[in-house]
């Protein structure tokens, strides 16, 4: 079984729809973090996790809201979808017990059109 | 001024050689370096990380950190059309949030 995963890994949705993705670990990982990706955009963090009650923003979080739910389910709401957030959104987890490295781990990815 | 700098490409080189990746980032105060392989359609995955200047070597490939350059660098050997695809550097700040950044990404076309 895969250790980060997400659901769903395609939807289609309308402008002004609430949409809600999914991830979950199974790695024990303590931070977890969602960004998109865009062609030509490289990933860009929306929210990022440390702990459970700790939730910060990132680079792009206009228009989305997260919830960490446990440590091992972060989720990414977006309240009223736009054309614009059409974009592969990707989950990631990583583990700062051993100072210094934080590797993230990405989830399989889950691809997002809005009509 | 992006923070992290990679020449998109694409990149080709043939079956064989070595293909040289670069990335420049902005941020003097950066200790960690990564370099993710992101096959189309799918997630990014480590292939290195680094964080001392110099050369650290795994398998086919090598990373090299140059901070007063601000320079990190990946180099693949004996490349193989397997290795197509595109390398994403990452970089992490030195901020209190210590987030990755990453560059755009440089698409990598190993012909046969």
């Known amino acids: 079984d895969a250790d980060v995963t997400q659901t769903p890994r395609n939807r289609i949705t309308k402008t002004g729809k609430r949409i809600m993705l999914e991830c979950s670990q199974t790695k024990g990982h303590d931070r977890m973090y969602w960004y998109r990706q865009d062609p030509g955009l490289g990933l860009r963090l929306i929210y990022y996790s440390f702990d459970v009650k700790d939730i910060n923003k990132g680079e792009i979080s206009d228009g989305y809201s997260v919830s960490r739910q446990a440590q091992a389910k972060f989720s990414l709401s977006l309240e009223s979808a736009i054309p614009n957030q059409t974009a592969l959104y990707f989950c990631a987890t990583s583990d700062f017990k051993t100072v210094g490295t934080d590797t993230q781990y990405f989830g399989p990815g889950t691809r997002l059109t809005v009509l | 001024q992006k923070e992290v700098e990679q020449n998109s490409g694409p990149l080709s080189v043939p079956e064989g050689a070595i293909a040289s990746l670069n990335c420049t980032y902005s941020?003097?105060?950066?200790?960690?370096f990564f370099w993710y392989r992101q096959y189309s359609g799918k997630s990014p995955e480590l292939i290195m990380s680094?964080?001392?200047?110099g050369d650290k070597e795994d398998g086919r490939f090598t990373a090299q950190l140059n901070k007063a350059s601000q320079y990190v660098s990946l180099l693949i050997r004996d490349s193989q059309p397997s290795d197509s695809a595109t390398y994403l550097c990452a970089v992490k700040s030195s901020g209190s949030a210590r987030q990755l950044t990453f560059g755009s990404g440089t698409q990598l076309t190993v012909l046969p």
């Open positions: 680094i964080y001392s200047n």
């Open positions: 941020d003097r105060g950066s200790q960690s």
